[in-house]
């Protein structure tokens, strides 16, 4: 089996590493860019050219089937063993073994030296403590000193510690890094496309513990009535030309609501595998979902590693998460190609891609030993007093504070792309609209001013922008160009003035707004307007 350039690049990479370096690599491959190939090639390699012993880890039954048949099909004449429980074999003398860590962990001593170590979902492997990764890793090297091991993941990181590549952790470097929309364009994974909700969690209220929402509140939050209808009746209705939608719930509560839901409001069967669902049932439900005998499946927490279902055309977020790992993984089982899938849409009701960024961006947040929690403040620019944001008004003189930049949480779900450089137009009506000057931070006092507007397009959502008047050259002429539109008097050069008029109501309604939203960069901006009648000038003399 051929290799992709950018598999042999990654295999290429783990030899120069384990030659020039005396610590253990990392290779980073999106999902579905066939990890299972790579580490196929670098086991054969190591019994064919090397005469060495391997080991392939995973930690779910799905991992460990898909990775036998990869390496069976690469290692052509070399005996592949499994050692699993739930695959009942215990093979313990072939060359190359694919173990389950839960059936092994403690079995290091009754396995042989092994001279490659390859962790599958890398990320599993916890810096600290002594879990099952770690305790097997210690005996290993306690049988073998010089067993070198190689991690192969989706996700670098974890949310409780930060990346997995540490000087003093099993896994040291990342020695290969492939991008998802590098293999996108490659025409290697699937397209992704998003679009808005009718109707998304506020995850404001939210507490976390152990820094992922508490699971009871976030199940709490997204089981209500309102939400689990709207949700399903727009999933049925995105998905109408669809092949296989896979939906992620936020408790097993919630996900039979949602079976209930998307059968009784729209007669249509979903499926529903959770942690305690028996292997038979489970594996029977998956096999229909694989070929096409059940469109829709919901699931808790049991589907973001190891679940390979290539002809998924839809993933539906309907549960937050303050893990980027999980974000990925969960958006990552439609990245697989299909010939019958032109891309994969992503239905995001937990707000979770406006929370991390784009899938291509997300980052690993490093943990510090000294975490400060400061409460958000502003200051009041009448009186300079400090208060906490959550005033509408200063409490020391009255001064009304300007409607936030941007909504935190909005009644209805703006759209969110998925990946970096996407841009969603999208336009509302306008509700209100209110008038300010606005002055820059920390500029001299003889600095140049702006009107600032603010457009009030749904519950505490507010989009702004700003009117240079009193700036110089292309600014001007923008602000120029502005206000001639709205007005028939000629644009103001001053910020009073300019507020003056539009709030005696000389400046012609917007009716609404076309915002654009840009994944990646921290603003939206507004692309157009559509605006009343300018109001006749009250100030004309009324002809005889």
């Given at each position: 089996m051929k290799l992709r350039e950018y598999q042999s690049a990654a295999v290429d990479a783990v030899y120069d590493h384990l030659r020039t370096r005396d610590d253990n690599p990392v290779v980073v491959l999106p999902t579905g860019a066939g990890k299972s190939l790579v580490l196929g090639r670098i086991a054969t390699d190591a019994v064919r050219l090397w005469n060495g012993r391997v080991l392939i880890l995973a930690h779910v039954k799905e991992l460990l089937q898909q990775n036998a048949?990869?390496?069976?099909?690469?290692?052509?004449?070399?005996?592949?063993?499994?050692?699993?429980?739930?695959?009942?074999?215990?093979?313990?003398?072939?060359?190359?073994?694919?173990?389950?860590?839960?059936?092994?962990?403690?079995?290091?001593?009754?396995?042989?030296?092994?001279?490659?170590?390859?962790?599958?979902?890398?990320?599993?492997?916890?810096?600290?403590?002594?879990?099952?990764y770690r305790q097997f890793l210690?005996?290993?090297?306690?049988?073998?000193?010089?067993?070198?091991?190689?991690?192969?993941t989706a996700t670098p990181f974890r949310l409780d510690s930060g990346t997995i590549c540490t000087p003093d952790h099993f896994l040291n470097h990342v020695c290969y890094d492939v991008g998802i929309k590098e293999l996108i364009r490659g025409g290697y994974l699937s397209p992704l496309v998003s679009k808005s909700g009718e109707q998304r969690a506020d995850t404001e209220q939210l507490h976390i513990r152990g820094g992922e929402f508490i699971a009871g509140e976030a199940e709490a939050l997204m089981n209500t009535e309102s939400l689990v209808?709207?949700?399903?009746?727009?999933?049925v209705d995105r998905t109408a030309t669809r092949q296989c939608c896979l939906i992620f719930a936020a408790g097993v509560a919630h996900a039979k609501a949602i079976v209930e839901a998307m059968w009784d409001g729209h007669g249509v069967k979903c499926g529903l595998v959770t942690g305690k669902t028996p292997v038979d049932e489970r594996d029977r439900i998956l096999s229909d979902f694989r070929t096409g005998k059940l469109k829709y499946l919901v699931n808790v927490?049991?589907?973001?590693?190891?679940?390979?279902?290539?002809?998924?055309?839809?993933?539906?977020?309907?549960r937050p998460t303050m893990s980027?790992?999980?974000?990925?993984?969960?958006?990552?089982?439609?990245?697989?190609?299909?010939p019958e899938k032109e891309n994969c849409l992503i239905l995001d009701f937990g707000g979770n891609i406006e929370r991390h960024g784009p899938i291509d961006q997300i980052k690993p947040v490093e943990k510090t030993s000294q975490q400060t929690t400061m409460s958000p403040a502003k200051t009041c620019e009448n009186c300079q007093a400090i208060v906490a944001c959550g005033y509408t008004q200063c409490p020391e003189c009255g001064h009304p504070f300007p409607p936030p930049e941007r909504e935190m949480h909005a009644a209805t779900a703006t759209n969110a792309g998925v990946l970096s450089g996407e841009r969603v137009d999208t336009n509302y009506e306008v509700i209100d609209t209110v008038y300010r000057i606005h002055v820059k931070r920390d500029?001299?006092?003889?600095?140049?001013?702006?009107?600032?507007?603010?457009?009030?397009?749904?519950?505490n959502h507010w989009q702004s922008e700003y009117i240079c008047v009193e700036h110089q050259g292309y600014a001007r002429g923008k602000a120029e160009a502005w206000w001639n539109m709205r007005c028939g008097e000629p644009c103001p050069t001053s910020a009073?003035?300019?507020?003056?008029?539009a709030d005696s109501g000389m400046l012609a309604p917007t009716e609404s707004i076309t915002i654009r939203r840009t994944a990646g960069e921290k603003y939206d901006r507004i692309i157009d307007h559509k605006l009343s009648q300018i109001p006749l000038n009250e100030l004309e003399e009324v002809p005889f």
């Open positions: 048949e990869k390496v069976k099909s690469l290692c052509e004449g070399i005996p592949v063993g499994i050692y699993s429980a739930g695959l009942k074999r215990r093979d313990t003398e072939t060359p190359i073994l694919v173990a389950g860590i839960q059936s092994i962990y403690q079995r290091a001593c009754d396995l042989d030296p092994f001279d490659l170590i390859i962790i599958d979902e890398a990320h599993m492997l916890s810096r600290k403590g002594d879990g099952m210690k005996d290993c090297q306690v049988i073998n000193p010089h067993t070198r091991v190689i991690g192969l209808s709207s949700a399903c009746r727009e999933i927490s049991v589907l973001t590693t190891g679940f390979d279902s290539p002809n998924i055309d839809c993933v539906a977020l309907l980027p790992g999980l974000l990925l993984q969960m958006v990552g089982r439609g990245f697989r190609l299909h500029a001299p006092q003889e600095a140049p001013r702006c009107l600032r507007v603010d457009y009030m397009v749904g519950l009073e003035e300019a507020m003056a008029m």
